[in-house]
Nanobody
Framework: QVQLVESGGGLVQAGGSLRLSCVVS????????MGWFRQSPGKEREFVAA????????AYADFVKGRFTISRDNGKNTVYLGMDSLKPEDTAVYYC??????????????????WGQGTQVTVSS
C-alpha cells in the first residue's frame, strides 16, 4: 500500500511564498510520476503540476507557470511544490498524487493511482 502525506500548507499574504512537501511510503518512490492538484470549495479538483520519475521532465498548468516549481528528491521519497507570488485565488486544498503508468495526460485525475489527504493553503489579500 502506498501512502502519501502532504505538509507545508498554511496562511500567507498575497505575494508571499510557501513550499509544500509530500512524502511517499510503501513502494519504490522512483517508480512513480508525481503530480500536484488543488481544489477550492465548490470547484473541481484541478491539475497544478507534474514531474516524471527522474525529475527531468515537468508540466504545469498555465495559471501557475513562472510562479510554482515542482521538484523531487528520490533519496528522500519526497516531492515538493514551491509556490511564489501567491494570489488569493491560489487558496485551496493541495493534493499530491502518484502515478505508476506512462508519462502522458498527467493533467487527468483518473490517471493517478494514489492520493494524499491534502494540505490547506490560504492566501489573504
Amino acid at each position: 500500500q502506498v501512502q502519501l502525506v502532504e505538509s507545508g500548507g498554511g496562511l500567507v499574504q498575497a505575494g508571499g511564498s510557501l513550499r509544500l512537501s509530500c512524502v511517499v511510503s510503501g513502494r519504490t518512490f522512483s517508480g512513480y510520476h508525481m503530480g500536484w492538484f488543488r481544489q477550492s470549495p465548490g470547484k473541481e479538483r484541478e491539475f497544478v503540476a507534474a514531474i516524471n520519475w527522474s525529475g527531468v521532465t515537468t508540466a504545469y498548468a498555465d495559471f501557475v507557470k513562472g510562479r510554482f516549481t515542482i521538484s523531487r528528491d528520490n533519496g528522500k521519497n519526497t516531492v515538493y511544490l514551491g509556490m511564489d507570488s501567491l494570489k488569493p485565488e491560489d487558496t485551496a486544498v493541495y493534493y499530491c498524487a502518484a502515478r505508476s503508468g506512462p508519462w502522458s495526460n498527467m493533467g487527468l485525475k483518473r490517471n493517478y493511482d494514489y492520493w494524499g489527504q491534502g494540505t490547506q493553503v490560504t492566501v489573504s489579500s
